[in-house]
């Protein structure tokens, strides 16, 4: 449209690309709320301090994680940071991946489809 001359339409076209865009963000941002709420209840009580619920806040920043980028993050030990990935591994928050040469690594699969439902919802035909 814009190489047309058709400027008023592609004005219109990329308008409604911002407005999708926009909408779509909001609502993905409300969702990631959601699901980290809902991980919340199934982690089971955690203390405020609890290593697990400081890995639930950076999920939505670091859907990928491994112990070093849980001490990272928090601050915690190498252990505390293990045992949180495992909490949140066994209430089925996270994935994990082994691998013995770079060392396991715990994914927020539920997370990565909502990305992935973000990215549909904003995808522009054609």
Do not use: C
């Not at 089971?44 to 806040?57: K, V």
């Not at 089925?92 to 994914?107: A, V």
């Amino acid at each position: 449209n814009f190489r047309d001359d058709r400027i008023d339409d592609w004005t219109a076209q990329f308008a409604r690309a911002v407005e999708i865009s926009a909408a779509s963000a909001e609502q993905f941002s409300h969702r990631v709320n959601e699901l980290q709420a809902e991980w919340m209840e199934r982690a089971g009580p955690l203390r405020r301090d609890a290593t697990a619920r400081a890995i639930i806040g950076n999920l939505p920043s670091f859907p990928f994680m491994t112990t070093k980028v849980v001490q990272d993050l928090t601050g915690r030990s190498d252990v505390a940071a293990l045992q949180g990935l495992d909490r949140l591994e066994k209430a089925g928050i996270l994935t994990r991946h082994r691998n013995r040469r770079r060392g396991d690594s715990w994914e927020a699969k539920e997370l990565l489809a909502l990305l992935d439902e973000f990215e549909h919802a904003v995808k522009m035909p054609g």
